[in-house]
């Protein structure tokens, strides 16, 4: 079962896709928040290529682990996309991601300008993983 991560922004939304097996994410586009919203023909082709089964989306909390004041918005556009897309939709804290993106795109020797177009995907890519990881973990628990 393939699992989506969609780092919501304001302006674009990172896209991050995990194997089938759930146990490694990759970062897969970048798109317009407005796309994504409505899902248009191109988040409908990402969709359609990926085939995911559950949406997982980052939640902006505080250091001290409470919802950030764009939590509210994050939650009401990914529920959007949840019912227009007729998939289940979770949040995993995204905390740190966006930082820890630009500095591992900053460790390829990626310029500033350069890095905008890739961060929000490896963002989500991130928290995706760290979620997959601790589905993994619950998982050997039971």
Request: charged fraction near 30%; glycine fraction near 4%.
């Amino acid at each position: 079962m393939r699992v989506m991560a969609l780092d919501i922004g304001e302006v674009r939304v990172g896209i991050a896709i995990s194997d089938p097996a759930r146990k490694v994410a990759s970062p897969v586009a970048v798109l317009p928040a407005v796309e994504v919203k409505s899902c248009a023909r191109t988040f409908r082709r990402v969709l359609d290529d990926w085939e995911p089964q559950l949406l997982v989306c980052g939640l902006p909390k505080s250091l001290s682990g409470d919802e950030g004041p764009q939590a509210k918005r994050i939650r009401a556009f990914a529920r959007e996309v949840s019912s227009l897309c007729d998939l289940p939709c979770i949040f995993a804290d995204e905390r740190l991601s966006s930082q820890e993106a630009k500095r591992s795109l900053r460790a390829e020797g990626l310029s500033e300008k350069a890095m905008r177009g890739k961060v929000d995907m490896v963002a989500a890519s991130l928290f995706l993983q760290a979620w997959l990881d601790s589905q993994a973990t619950q998982d050997e628990r039971q």
